[in-house]
């Protein structure tokens, strides 16, 4: 089932969410709808805080926009093949490498696009769907994706990185989500 994305100005985005046990009440449907809702909405990761839930779960599948790129494209993201993975209950214990910039968009913040600068690489501590302990070394678009959807489940969003003076000039477009005046070809939901 496709799940509405929760839209700039609730407040659920804005809350550090919570670790969750493996008897979280219907995880494994959950996990399907997000995937579902993931691809109906064309992203490449998705936290439990954009569907309205403030748990610490998130999905990542960096491998089917790296598939779509050129071969001069892909040669700029070295051995990064992309992942297909669930985190639940994560934790970044390291950053590392130079932080590059990159073009940044969310599903909760509609039709705004923005340069955000983040490190090369993360290593992740994480369980998967089926609540195994794994750790992980990510670099180029699957580290800045994981680190993305690591923000939602901290409470940050991109939009955050951004110097001041460009988000004053965000602030209009901002409000408009806040209010629900943006059309998008996915399922929203708004603020009240």
């Known amino acids: 089932m496709v799940l509405p994305i929760t839209a700039y100005g609730n407040p659920v985005l804005r809350k550090k969410a ?12 959950l996990i399907a709808n997000m995937w579902e809702t993931l691809y109906a909405s064309h ?26 790129l050129e071969d001069k494209e892909r040669e700029e993201y070295g051995d990064d093949r992309g992942i297909k993975s669930v985190f639940i209950n994560a934790k970044v214990v390291d950053l ?17 696009r923005e340069d955000v600068d983040r490190p090369e690489t993360v290593t992740i501590e994480y369980l998967d769907e089926q609540f195994q302990p794994r750790k992980g070394t990510f ?36 409000e408009d989500i806040v209010k629900g005046k943006v059309s998008v070809d996915y399922k929203m939901q708004f603020a009240k």
């Open 139 to 174: 670099s180029g678009l699957t580290a800045r994706v994981i680190q993305h959807e690591y923000d939602h489940i901290e409470g940050k969003l991109f939009i955050d990185y951004l110097k001041p003076l460009k988000k004053r000039l965000l602030k209009k477009r901002l």
């Open 43 to 68: 992203g490449v990761g998705l936290a439990a805080p954009q569907v309205n839930l403030p748990i610490r779960l998130f999905l990542v599948d960096s491998s089917h926009v790296l598939e779509q």
């Open 96 to 112: 590392n490498g130079s932080p590059w910039a990159y073009e940044e968009g969310c599903l909760s913040i509609p039709k705004i």
């Open 18 to 29: 919570e670790d969750i046990q493996a008897n979280y009440p219907g995880l494994q449907e």
